[in-house]
């Protein structure tokens, strides 16, 4: 089946050590994006790629970057991560770029800072 | 003027019975009206979305109610069932905004 498949599942990191995220999606689409969601809270947009094309969301912190390779990989760097940055992680993808096509969304990776 | 407003925060229905979630908006620009539903430890799944030109969209058990004029727009289920149990957010895009703006989300269970 066709599907956004997110590595690893949970990712345990040290206050300040660097941490990748990654995610892969077997679907084709041009559009890939993060998400950071909180608990008990929406999934918050950090970035998008409509292919190689990167969009940074204004209030996206700097310690945050992505790279996307290719049309099937996307990576979350987060360079110094603080405890406020534990959260689950969210990578969607969708056909084009805009609200109204279906964003289809991997399971997540749960961070958690020491 | 971006956000969308969701209730309640939480909710507990009977089985059998119907849940009732709400959502307003007031950007007149937004076109595109979605819910996501998610279940812990997964990412959200797109159920079921409805654009303003239609007042009322039916699948399966879920119905999506709008009102234009109130900018109002809810989610119903009916014979609600345990396997509903999970979080809905109500979102909505369009205008000048590409991006989804998304309600804070309502957590639902379906008691046996």
């Known amino acids: 089946d066709a599907m956004v498949i997110q590595n690893p599942r949970y990712q345990v990191t040290q206050f300040g050590k660097p941490v990748t995220l990654s995610c892969s999606q077997t679907l084709n689409h041009n559009v890939m994006y993060w998400y950071q969601q909180k608990s008990s809270q929406a999934p918050k947009l950090l970035f998008h790629y409509y292919d190689k094309d990167f969009n940074n969301e204004a209030d996206t912190p700097d310690n945050f970057q992505s790279r996307r390779p290719n049309t099937s990989f996307c990576f979350l760097d987060i360079r110094s991560p603080g405890l406020g940055d534990a959260a689950m992680y969210l990578c969607?993808?969708?056909?084009?770029?805009?609200?109204?096509?279906?964003?289809?969304f991997g399971p997540g990776t749960r961070l958690t800072v020491l | 003027q971006q956000q969308v407003k969701q209730s309640p925060q939480s909710l507990i229905v009977q089985k059998g019975g119907i849940s009732i979630i709400n959502c307003a908006y007031e950007n007149t620009a937004f076109d595109y009206f979605p819910w996501y539903q998610q279940f812990p430890g997964k990412g959200p799944a797109l159920l079921i979305a409805i654009r303003p030109d239609v007042s009322e969209k039916k699948e399966g058990r879920f119905t999506i109610s709008f009102n234009k004029s109130a900018k109002q727009f809810s989610l119903h289920i009916m014979d609600s069932q345990p396997g509903d149990s999970a979080t809905y957010f109500c979102?909505?895009?369009?205008?000048?905004?590409?991006?989804?703006?998304w309600g804070a989300g309502t957590k639902l269970i379906i008691k046996p």
């Open positions: 969607a993808t969708s056909t084009i770029w805009g609200g109204t096509d279906t964003q289809y």
């Open positions: 979102a909505a895009s369009g205008g000048s905004n590409y991006q989804l703006i």
